[in-house]
């Protein structure tokens, strides 16, 4: 469950500073969805900061499904 611990917002912080685009948002059962496009150590470094999240997280698990890009431009948070 995500509640009060800006992961979200650290997320696109963390994105925007490594040069990955795409998004973040809260799912309706409390986990946290994410796209990530960018190059290859950028991304897998965006997979390892999402194992710890930011320091108030609590982290159960991380699921990795590959896709091909769609062409994302920047990295936000959506609802």
Same mark, same amino acid.
């Given at each position: 469950?995500?509640? *009060?611990? +800006?992961? !979200?917002? &650290?997320?696109?912080?963390?994105? =925007?500073? %490594? ?5 973040? =948002?809260? &799912? %309706? @059962?409390?986990?946290? $969805?994410?796209? +990530? ?9 965006? %997979?390892?900061?999402?194992? $710890? *999240? ?7 698990? #991380? $699921? #990795? !499904? @590959? $896709? ?6 920047? +990295? =936000?948070?959506? !609802?």
């Amino acid at each position: 469950m995500v509640q *009060g611990v +800006f992961f !979200r917002a &650290s997320c696109v912080e963390r994105a =925007r500073t %490594l040069g990955v685009a795409g998004w973040v =948002r809260n &799912s %309706l @059962d409390g986990r946290v $969805e994410a796209e +990530f496009e960018g190059e290859p150590d950028a991304v897998a470094a965006m %997979l390892a900061w999402c194992s $710890e *999240g930011p320091p108030a997280a609590r982290v159960v698990g #991380v $699921e #990795v !499904r @590959d $896709e091909p890009p769609i062409g994302e431009h920047e +990295f =936000r948070a959506t !609802r």
